[in-house]
C-alpha cells in the first residue's frame, strides 16, 4: 500500500521535491521524507496536472487516443501532454 500526491508546481519525481508549490510554500520541500515519517507508507510525488494526465488516460476518454493535452486554468495554468501515447 502507498500513498500518491500531486502538487502544483515543479516537482523533481525521482527525489520526491517539490520545487516550488505556489500558495502553498515557499521553499524545496522533500515531499516524500517528510509524508513516509508521518503516515507510514511508501510516498510518490507528481505534479498535479501530470497527475490528471495519467488519471485520463489510465480511465477516462485517453484510454482512446493517442495525442493528449490537459490544460488546467484556475489560480495557475498548467498543461500535460501525451503524443504518440508517451
Known amino acids: 500500500m502507498g500513498v ?3 502538487i502544483i508546481g515543479p516537482v523533481e ?3 520526491g521535491i517539490s520545487k516550488k508549490a505556489y500558495g502553498v510554500w515557499k521553499l524545496e520541500i522533500n515531499v516524500i521524507d517528510y509524508f513516509e515519517q508521518k503516515l507510514g507508507y511508501k ?5 498535479n496536472v501530470k497527475v490528471y494526465m495519467i488519471a485520463e488516460m489510465l480511465y ?3 484510454r482512446k487516443v493517442e495525442n ?3 490544460l488546467k486554468w484556475g489560480l495557475g495554468i498548467g ?3 501525451v503524443v504518440n501515447e508517451e
Open 68 to 70: 493528449l493535452l490537459v
Open 79 to 81: 498543461k500535460a501532454l
Open 13 to 15: 519525481k525521482k527525489k
Open 43 to 47: 510516498v510518490v510525488v507528481e505534479n
Open 4 to 6: 500518491g500526491i500531486g
Open 60 to 62: 477516462g476518454k485517453g
